[in-house]
């Protein structure tokens, strides 16, 4: 088992930025994971690819609508994962995941992944 806790969602004005976190535990992280990624999904659409950044190596990889506005970086000590949102728009308000992946191919889709965190909200006014 592996609990991945989040943190940071809220709600930001339009141009505004936002940090969320994402500690996780358990005795297979280590082991298992390769990368961890995040996904959003709004109400009446589906779950969107974000990113991801590999464990070992911290290569990043971005969905097309936030190349350039969000950041993934990660701390190995802490197993701890971050997204640094900036210059957010109304269409980012999403409930936000992250997940880890066992395997390093596929990040965009949810089937790469085996665990996820309860999701947080961001709510980006206009």
């Known amino acids: 088992q592996v609990q991945l806790v989040e943190s940071g969602g809220g709600l930001v004005q339009a141009g505004g930025s936002l940090r969320l976190s994402c500690a996780a535990s358990?005795?297979?992280?280590?082991?298992?994971?390769?990368?961890m990624g995040w996904f959003r999904q709004a109400p009446g659409k589906d779950r969107e690819f974000v990113g991801a950044?590999?464990?070992?190596?911290?290569?990043?990889y971005y969905g097309d609508s936030v190349k350039g506005r969000f950041t993934i970086s990660r701390d190995v000590a802490k197993n701890t994962v971050y997204l640094q949102m900036d210059s957010l728009k109304p269409e980012d308000t999403a409930a936000y995941y992250c997940?880890?992946?066992?395997?390093?191919?596929?990040?965009?889709?949810?089937?790469?992944?085996?665990?996820w965190g309860q999701g947080t909200q961001v709510t980006v006014s206009s």
């Open positions: 997940a880890t992946a066992s395997r390093a191919w596929g990040f965009s889709f949810e089937t790469s992944y085996n665990y």
């Open positions: 950044i590999t464990w070992s190596g911290g290569s990043t």
């Open positions: 358990g005795l297979t992280f280590s082991r298992y994971t390769v990368a």
